[in-house]
């Protein structure tokens, strides 16, 4: 029961270059949207969030989109920096307090200096 | 700034042993989690845990799982008999009370390899 897609299971980009990870959901209960960045051998770090009254929300090089209508997010990296090589997980919450988070399977991204 | 610990860091079992997998999460929050991941697929969720008892487990916590909070500061979650198909990384989480939707913060992992 795949609830959140990420169908690009790798992406390449250029360092300076944007960055851009999709997300799909199926569940239109969920009201809250995440991305996690994770290394190697490391736990899911959070990384920017969006609620579902937004569409936007930016923080520094990081901005997420949400589209309601289409179930889609994305989050755009400019300029993207080798360090932002990672896997990038985007999670869903439906509005309940302490809910558990619905995980995509994950974007592993390559930032080519 | 305060983070989630886990240990191990890496666990190693016979089938059919029992492990207990541990967490230190974040002093001020209330509710905690556990999830785990399957080499190369998706971080699952298994149960949530607030005010001393589970207020949500996934299909993949049966009888077999049971979680604690044994001195107000560890949260463990225990496999009584494990199975091979039980290794993976195994992720604690914490989340601070409030409005709905609340990051959660994750821990570093313990990978649990079962022989």
């Known amino acids: 029961d795949q609830q959140v897609k990420q169908n690009s299971p790798s992406l390449s980009v250029q360092e300076g270059r944007i960055s851009i990870l999709n997300c799909d959901y199926t569940?239109?209960?969920?009201?809250?949207f995440l991305w996690y960045k994770k290394y190697p051998a490391e736990g899911p770090t959070f990384l920017i969030s969006?609620?579902?009254?937004?569409d936007k929300n930016e923080d520094g090089r990081f901005t997420v989109f949400l589209n309601k209508s289409a179930k889609h997010l994305s989050l755009h990296i400019v300029p993207s920096q080798p360090g932002d090589s990672a896997v990038y997980f985007c999670?869903?919450?439906?509005?309940?307090?302490?809910?558990?988070?619905?995980f995509g399977t994950g974007t592993s991204l390559t930032v080519i200096p | 700034e305060p983070e989630v610990t886990q240990t191990p860091s890496h666990q190693v079992t016979q089938m059919g042993q029992e492990v207990i997998l541990r967490c230190v999460p974040i002093?001020?929050?209330?509710?905690f989690y556990w999830y785990r991941q399957i080499l190369g697929q998706k971080v699952e969720f298994l149960v949530s845990?607030?005010?001393?008892?589970?207020?949500?487990k996934s299909e993949i916590f049966d009888d077999q799982f049971s979680v604690e909070r044994p001195d107000g500061s560890n949260f463990t979650l225990k496999i009584r008999s494990t199975k091979l198909e039980d290794s993976a990384m195994y992720f604690c989480?914490?989340?601070?009370?409030?409005?709905?939707?609340?990051?959660?913060?994750f821990g570093p992992g313990t990978r649990l390899t079962v022989l």
């Open positions: 989480a914490s989340s601070a009370p409030g409005l709905a939707g609340d990051e959660q913060f």
């Open positions: 569940n239109s209960m969920f009201d809250y």
């Open positions: 969006i609620s579902s009254i937004k």
């Open positions: 999670a869903a919450s439906p509005p309940i307090t302490g809910n558990q988070f619905y």
């Open positions: 002093s001020n929050h209330l509710y």
């Open positions: 845990f607030y005010n001393n008892e589970i207020s949500e």
